[in-house]
């Protein structure tokens, strides 16, 4: 089973992006954190093989939080969904080593993007 | 000036095209630039008019070299078909003006990413960062231009009014960016040395 964690301070968020990655692939265990904080608590206390990560949130942003993250585990699978469609915070979020940064909102075709990023990681 | 904020709205709309995923008509929208004064007045005749006095606004604020908040203002009477949809859920029929925290949290996700659409793309045309704040959403059941543009460091008012028109579903809404002087100036310097004032 592969763990992933979904780190967004919207529940509405959160739904859809389990809900779309859920049909592209078998064997997925969702976890949620509703803002930074919590996502980095879960991080550490949960394991999970994959981050999808927000990065406006409340108490961590999510720029803080990959970088909290990596100070863990350097090679710790991260991939971002994010509203921001500015191409400097694409870049500056990029160079963190993250997987993909992908623009909310969620869609059929960005959930592919992602099961294929997942299914090829083989956790 | 009104030519970037055609393109971040265009962007918006079908960025909404793709979370309702319904094909939306967005009216080619006036944007009109206004002092505080002129842009107060304007708002309230809109809001009077279009939303009847409650209006449900979503809202995010920027800094850093621009500096602002852009507001998405819809009548609070169509929120709930606007959710449904927004849901894939059948509309049930329901004016209300009582909100759950899940209508709350879908306006909230929505306007955040239709609002970083317009300014996200104002930001990377004029190649200046902003960086966001966390989006709010209320309700304001007697809407007034003072709740809305009342901070006075704020000189400027840019109003879009556009209608969203989902499969027969006409929504009608403004987009109201609240802005400083100063950053108006940096948009302006910026697109001379880019465009070379084209």
Known sequence: MIKVLIVDDSKFSQKITASLIGKQLDGVAFEFADDGEEGLEKFKSDHPDYIVTDLLMPKLRGQDLIERIKQVDIDAKVIVLSADVQSKVREVVRQMHVLAFINKPMNEAKAKEIAAIIGNGAA | ?198
């Open chain 2, 1 to 198: 000036m009104k030519e970037l904020f055609n393109v971040g709205v265009g962007k918006a709309a079908s960025t909404l095209s793709e979370i309702i995923d319904k094909k939306i008509n967005l009216d080619v929208p006036d944007v009109r630039i206004m002092n505080m004064v002129r842009g107060k007045q304007e708002l309230d005749v809109f809001l009077r008019q279009v939303t009847e006095g409650a209006a449900m606004v979503s809202s995010i604020s920027f800094n850093r070299q621009l500096e602002g908040t852009v507001s998405l203002i819809f009548p609070a009477e169509k929120m709930h078909q606007f959710i449904d949809l927004c849901l894939n859920e059948e509309y049930s029929e329901n004016n209300s003006l009582e909100f759950s925290d899940v209508d709350f949290d879908t306006i909230k996700e929505i306007g955040n990413i239709i609002l970083n659409a317009i300014i996200g793309e104002l930001s990377n045309t004029v190649h200046i960062p902003v960086e966001y704040t966390l989006p709010e959403v209320s309700v304001l059941q007697s809407a007034r231009a003072d709740l809305l543009v009342s901070d006075a460091s704020y000189h400027l008012v840019l109003m879009m009014y556009i209608t969203f028109n989902i499969e027969g579903t006409m929504i009608d809404g403004a987009i109201v960016i609240n802005m400083t002087l100063r950053s108006l100036d940096e948009i302006l310097e910026n697109i001379d040395k880019i465009y070379g004032g084209e």
